[in-house]
């Protein structure tokens, strides 16, 4: 981003030009440029919008100039922030873990469904991340007055950090447990049958070509072998032993693997009904997996 003596210096001007600066590695060029701008003048989001004829100061326009550089060289706004909105939370997060994804939001609202009037809930988190999944779904159904218990289990010790100081800051800590290790491999750690589990596991295809934000997250959260589809064959394998008879595996395998999917699936289909939520159309931008326990 550069200014010179005729720019104009309102809000509405410095956004505009942020967008611009960081269109070619954002998707969501405007909303990182309102994100950044809002946090150097100290206000949300709202008020900066509200305000989009107010003259920025020359200190201001420096530091966002800083953070649009950043944001320009592929860092991810999250990370430049150090925060993320996610299911209307706000969660804390760093290098560690993955920067959580609205389409992640779709595991939470089937969750909900899945769970309706059921006055109380059991159910695993694997690879919690910085918690989103499980804390939103925890959120929402002490509203309701469900008796939510959740275990969350990564086998990053950073991200497990990160989850657990976001429990506490959103209130929620006494209802997760978490266990450090490979999905359910420590079995003395749990305690089934579960009436559900929610799973974001590492699926991208390591022959994939990925957008330069990916090489800022952790690896251990992105990668997997077998086309993207290691760990979430891992994850269907336990879950087996795991779930109740009619309990629910929500497990979001990514973009582009409906072609391989009912291959993938065949060995499940006694164990599991399943059906393929997220992005119907021949984009098959992303899925998640539905699968109720026989
Ligand atoms: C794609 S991220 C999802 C994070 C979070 N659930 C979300 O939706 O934003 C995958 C997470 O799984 C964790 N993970 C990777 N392999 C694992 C394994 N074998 N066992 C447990 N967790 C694992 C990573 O550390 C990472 O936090």
Redesign the pocket.
Known sequence: MSSNETDKHTVGDILHRGAITVSSVSSSARLDSELLLASVMGVSRTVLLVNSDREISPENIEKFRVLIERRKQGEPAAYILGCRE?WGLDFQVNRS?????PD?EL?VEEALKFVGDSTSLKFV??????????IALVSELVKKSCDVRCVG????DA?LTVAQMNAKKLGVSERISYVL???F?RRDQFNPPYDLI??????VDRAEKVPVDLSYE?A???FAEEHGLR?AR?IIEQSVQMLRPGGALLL?VGAGKRARLPSFLAPFEQSFETSYLGDDTPLDRFTVLRMIRR
């Open positions: 996610f873990v993955l920067v959580p994804r992640s595991i988190d694997l690879g919690v991340g910085s918690g989103c999944l499980s289990v990564d086998i990053s991200a290790g490979s999905w491999d929610v799973a974001n596991p590492p699926y952790p251990g959260a992105l760990e891992i979001e």
